[in-house]
């Protein structure tokens, strides 16, 4: 569950983003687990959808290893965009926490293939691209 106020729009990264909508200080926890609004799936669970809602569905879970199931964010967090050169968020299976000040209006990235889910990029069937850190603001 989002624990920042964030709005989405427009990203130079990918398709839609998730933009701080306030100053964020380092260190801030931007999002954790909450099972009370984030579901989690079985690999069983998704074999048994329909090819377009397991695509959509892929695209915005993430394996978590310690449940060994699928997590879908209840709200925005399914918006945050992979950037491995500079993310301004550290991720984990739990919790995300702001790496350095987040300003007003500026995207919140993370490196998918950090600690949470290596498996992401695999499961897309593509290449993560590179995007210079001149592109995180909006």
Request: hydrophobic share 35%.
């Amino acid at each position: 569950m989002l624990l920042v106020q964030t709005k989405l729009g427009i990203s130079s990264i990918h398709g839609i983003g998730l933009f701080a909508a306030q100053f964020i200080p380092k260190g801030t926890v931007t999002w954790e687990y909450s099972p009370y609004f984030d579901t989690s799936y079985e690999e069983a669970d998704i074999e048994r959808m329909s090819p377009s809602a397991k695509e959509q569905f892929l695209k915005y879970a993430y394996f978590d290893k310690l449940l060994c199931r699928y997590v879908l964010c209840f709200d925005d967090q399914r918006f945050i965009n992979h950037f491995s050169e500079s993310p301004n968020i550290l991720s984990s299976l739990r919790r995300d926490v702001a790496a350095r000040d987040i300003y007003e209006g500026e995207e919140l990235v993370c490196d998918y293939k950090c600690i949470y889910d290596d498996t992401y990029f695999i499961r897309m069937g593509f290449q993560p691209i590179t995007v210079t850190s001149s592109k995180l603001i909006e």
